[in-house]
């Protein structure tokens, strides 16, 4: 069975730092685009970092510039997505998905396959 699941959400204050793992079972990730995307209540879901096959970033989301990065470690079959300076405009579920064609979109048709997200709340 074809799997992605994110971890690492949780709670954390304005200011705070989070890393978000996105795991794949089923699958090898090395050949796939991997995105991360969000969605705050009412609000659409947005790209926000995605990282193709050949390890290359691409940024969706101006809010994070400088904020967050994103790296894969094809060994471990994982990528993650390292959250520093959080602020609270930050809070949403986070989903990775991957995409067959290696590689980046910020559409999220162009996404094979999706995780179930994780929330990330940044409060006081």
């Known amino acids: 069975q074809l799997q992605l699941v994110e971890s690492g959400g949780g709670l954390v204050q304005p200011g705070g730092s989070l890393r978000l793992s996105c795991a794949a079972s089923?699958?090898?990730?090395?050949?796939?685009?991997i995105g991360w995307f969000r969605q705050a209540p009412g609000k659409e879901r947005e790209g926000v970092l995605c990282?193709?096959?050949?390890?290359?970033?691409?940024n969706y989301a101006d809010s994070v510039k400088g904020r967050f990065t994103i790296s894969r470690d094809n060994a471990k079959n994982a990528v993650y997505l390292q959250m520093n300076s959080l602020k609270p405009e930050d809070t949403a579920v986070y989903y990775c998905?991957?995409?067959?064609?290696?590689?980046?979109?910020?559409?999220?048709?162009?996404?094979?396959?999706w995780g179930r997200g994780t929330q990330v709340t940044v409060s006081s």
């Open positions: 990282i193709n096959h050949y390890g290359s970033s691409t």
């Open positions: 998905a991957a995409s067959r064609s290696g590689f980046c979109s910020g559409y999220t048709p162009s996404y094979d396959y």
């Open positions: 089923g699958f090898t990730l090395d050949y796939y685009a």
